[in-house]
């Protein structure tokens, strides 16, 4: 199983490399580039095509190995048409700059896709606790977390290096748990996506060469909601792990979402107070901020391997750590861009 789910990989990693790289080159037919906007943290014009290097290495790596080790699951076709959704959707935005409420109404088509494919949690778990979930409250809910998901992951597509190093450390945490659970497939299409992601994050670390765009960041945003779906109904781990998994960027862009409420910000325009985004703009710059997040990813991987075998009691304590480590977290980010802040206005 081993060699095979590595020999994929390997395949999802070089093409995303080949297409990434003519992608960022003049010339190309993708070298469609980013001018600096109001919510950018970058200064100079960059390709923002990235995202289909990944997308597309994706779909062949993973179609392929659908059919290689489980090719009787027909809710895996649907994810694959969700997925093209979105990145269709995202291509032309990137492109045509589409209105926001087209937008919205292509990610909950997709969710819906999602949904008829058989992606709808009967469940939510706590550490130590299971409510059953009705199906009028899951048919709501449902849609909402996958939506959340995909915009959420784009919103935090902000700095050189995160969204790919979140989707290797998120998505190589769901592989492992795939491999402990002995789900070949899981595991296999988890380790394409990390694959293709380390492909295109070899030119995105900082300083990047090329971003994923909405293409890439709404994409994975939408995998990320599937497979802690999929995840939790196959049984490999609880739902609520699959939010530790990639708890960095939902616990970052959630905060911000309330604070802006509770401040009374228009939260549909664009901004830079992102906490990630806040400790560059301190001075921080991106390789050191993002190595920063690195470590957190790292930790949240690790303690989601932990829990998803751990007791009731081990899984509530990790769930409260992680709640005071954001809280202590946010609370120096925001001590630290304060005191830029107050640097700049004495100079």
């Keep these: 199983m081993y060699l095979e789910i590595l020999f994929f990989a390997f395949a999802a990693c070089g093409l995303s490399v080949w297409l990434t790289w003519r992608f960022s080159r003049i010339g190309s037919r993708f070298y469609i580039l980013d001018h600096p906007k109001e919510r950018s943290l970058h200064t100079r014009p960059t390709p923002r095509t990235g995202g289909i290097a990944i997308v597309t290495a994706c779909l062949v790596a993973g179609s392929t190995a659908v059919f290689y080790f489980d090719y009787t699951r027909p809710q895996i076709a649907w994810l694959a048409v969700a997925a093209l959704v979105v990145a269709g959707t995202s291509f032309l935005d990137d492109r045509l700059q589409l209105p926001p409420a087209i937008r919205i109404v292509s990610h909950f088509i997709a969710a819906g896709v999602l949904m008829y494919g058989g992606f709808v949690p009967d469940a939510v778990t706590l550490p130590g606790m299971a ?104 049984g490999i781990f609880d739902f609520w792990v699959g939010i530790l998994v990639f708890s960095p960027f939902i616990v970052d862009a959630t905060v911000t979402l309330l604070r802006r409420l509770w401040q009374r910000e228009k939260v549909w325009k664009a901004h830079k107070t992102h906490y990630y985004q806040r400790l560059v703009q301190a001075g921080w710059g991106h390789r050191k901020s993002v190595l920063i997040e690195y470590v957190i990813m790292l930790g949240s991987g690790i303690t989601a391997l932990w829990a998803a075998h751990a007791t009731a009691a081990a899984q509530a304590a990790i769930l409260a750590i992680w709640v005071l480590a954001y809280f202590f977290f946010f609370l120096w980010v925001s001590r630290v861009a304060g005191r830029r802040c107050s640097g700049s206005t004495a100079a």
């Design 131 to 234: 409510w059953t979930l009705p199906a009028t409250l899951a048919v709501v809910v449902t849609p909402l977390y996958i939506v959340w998901m995909i915009n959420l992951y784009n919103f935090m597509d902000g700095m050189d290096g995160f969204a790919g190093g979140m989707a290797m450390f998120g998505f190589g945490t769901f592989a492992i748990l795939g491999v402990f659970a002995g789900h070949e497939l899981f595991a296999a299409l988890n380790f394409i996506v990390v694959a293709a992601a380390a492909g295109f994050l070899l030119f995105n670390f900082p300083p990047a060469r090329i971003f994923m765009g909405d293409t890439g960041s709404s994409t994975l945003g939408l995998l990320a909601a599937a497979f802690s779906l999929w995840g939790a109904e196959e």
